[in-house]
């Protein structure tokens, strides 16, 4: 009886479980198909087989509690029966549920891949991938160190200072179109001490984030705005005040020439950067020879939000999917392009 049942449960087990792989092989097809977001949400309702997103692994959780119950067992009789025999069942008792066991990540990577895809479809983001006027893939890390190194904020780690995240778009605004690369900054800091003899010594290692955008084809102002109260580099030296002695107090202005500064630094554009650093915390820069400008941040720009978060069946990633959203990413668009426009 006991072989029976075990057989049966192992039975559910692999049904259940090919059927899980055979939906998650089903979503990766319907997210590579989908060409729009209501074509992607149609596609997974009605579903018309089982909807389950969770792997049945009841049995490998049995067989783990049973490989140390045998093992404590054999602990305590082991006077009566040699401890090598329970060792070695309680060894096979727990390599049995690890090759039973059927691992989350094949659900957790097919849900991340079309989240990925709804929002290249709903906001039209490329992950991975540098916005169109870059026509050769092959080089875009070395493209991403050439922009780090044209803005003086991106050697804030002692260790390590990545853009390894990203994701590209266009903007359409009045006409104008602009090429968007939107990251995540990753840095490390240390904290480190100096002995007598002049050796440092790292007491700890602070992983640190922050996220921002380069966007192309914009104004060449030549402009270093910030409400975190960091110092700029050259050739952003040239201070600046505004008439409005509100925005003087929250927003450091540098430029690099004082005359060229002065003609950019309209009211209408100092009405404009204060909106934008009500809303944001961090670093603005107007590259002085290139159409590109630079954000740095405090706010995720990723952050998704959405309704529908635990996801253990298709009718939950659907819901999921229809209520996702990127709030912080939608605002700062919104607010940068009445800075550019």
Known sequence: MPMDALQQILHIQRKKNQQVMRNVARL???????????????????????RDLRFYNVLPMFLVIASVLVLILGGLLHHYFPFFFTLLASVGLGFWAYLIHESQKPIDEVIQFLRERMLSLRYNLHFQKLPDNFTDPSRTFSVLAQLKAMFPLFSKG?????????????????????????????????????????????????????????????PVLGLAISNTGNDFFPPYIQEWETSDIQTNRKLDIYGCDAHETAKHITPSFTLKLYDFFEKFTGDLLFHPRESIVCYLGEQDLFRLQSKQVEIQEISHLRGHLRTLGMLEY???KEHMLKLLS
């Open 28 to 50: 990766w097809d319907i997210g590579q198909k989908a060409q729009t977001p209501d074509e992607l949400l149609d596609a997974l309702h009605p579903w018309g087989e089982d």
């Open 158 to 218: 002692t260790e390590v200072n990545r853009l390894d995240y990203f994701a590209s778009t266009t903007w359409l605004h009045d006409g104008q179109r602009y090429p968007v690369i939107i990251f995540q900054y990753d840095y490390i800091v240390e904290v480190a001490t100096t002995n007598q003899r002049g050796e440092r010594n790292v007491i700890r290692k602070i992983n640190k984030r922050q996220w921002g955008a380069f966007i192309f084809d914009a």
């Open 330 to 332: 939608n605002l700062f």
